[in-house]
T-cell receptor, first 116, second 112 residues
Framework: GAVVSQHPSRVICKSGTSVKIECRSL??????MFWYRQFPKQSLMLMAT?????????EQGVEKDKFLINHASLTLSTLTVTSAHPEDSSFYIC????????????FGPGTRLTVL | GEDVEQSLFLSVREGDSSVINCTYT??????LYWYKQEPGAGLQLLTY?????DMKQDQRLTVLLNKKDKHLSLRIADTQTGDSAIYFC????????????FGTGTRLKVLA
């Protein structure tokens, strides 16, 4: 149980285009979903926290207009990187939490974004 | 401050035990976690410990928690080459937010 999927697993796009990444909790309802960014050989950097049906809470320094987050249902959150540039190239990981009685986050497999 | 520290690298021989250490600063954390990340993959939950426990054992994994020193460790018995990965500790932020504070990660390399 507690499986989280991400799609796509890998995407290459041209500079200036927008890319949407989906995060789904497959077998539980996720009250809260998180979006992280991970640079090579570094830890995870929290970008934003999203709760179903409400606006995402962004961490300091993360541009909300650049990284659009939608959490339309208890099983789906999306991250859209708008007008992507090479510096947005990274590994993006989502997680889902809210399984009753625990603070545990369950992570997706990640999405490798490369912007040319 | 909210800093979770780990040593960056650990190398062990196959069959030996590995001990990965973590120090944290937020004594109000309810849960502390260990995750494993293999190359190009997401994080796999290995185990977690509730803050009122001192020890938790799960097959080859043993977690020790010293709340006084804010020290958490993960011991892997009979380490195998498949255990080679990056290991992250994480502490839960104030209850209800589900946010984590991640450690810097320890890269474990198991030598055959």
């Amino acid at each position: 149980g507690a499986v989280v999927s991400q799609h796509p697993s890998r995407v290459i796009c041209k500079s200036g285009t927008s890319v949407k990444i989906e995060c789904r909790s497959l077998d539980f309802q996720a009250t809260t979903m998180f979006w992280y960014r991970q640079f090579p050989k570094q830890s995870l950097m929290l970008m934003a926290t999203s709760n179903e049906g409400s606006k995402a809470t962004y961490e300091q320094g993360v541009e909300k207009d650049k990284f659009l987050i939608n959490h339309a249902s208890l099983t789906l959150s999306t991250l859209t990187v708008t007008s992507a540039h090479p510096e947005d190239s990274s590994f993006y990981i989502c997680s889902a939490g809210g399984l009753a009685g625990t603070d545990t986050q369950y992570f997706g497999p990640g999405t490798r974004l490369t912007v040319l | 401050g909210e800093d979770v520290e780990q040593s960056l690298f650990l190398s062990v021989r196959e069959g030996d035990s590995s001990v990965i250490n973590c120090t944290y600063t937020d004594s109000s954390s309810t849960y502390l976690y260990w995750y494993k990340q293999e190359p190009g993959a997401g994080l796999q939950l290995l185990t977690y410990i509730f803050s009122n426990m001192d020890m938790k054992q799960d097959q080859r994994l043993t977690v020790l928690l010293n709340k006084k020193d804010k020290h958490l460790s993960l011991r892997i018995a009979d380490t195998q080459t498949g255990d080679s990965a990056i290991y992250f500790c994480a502490e839960s932020a104030p209850s209800g937010t589900y946010k984590y504070i991640f450690g810097t990660g320890t890269r474990l390399k198991v030598l055959a």
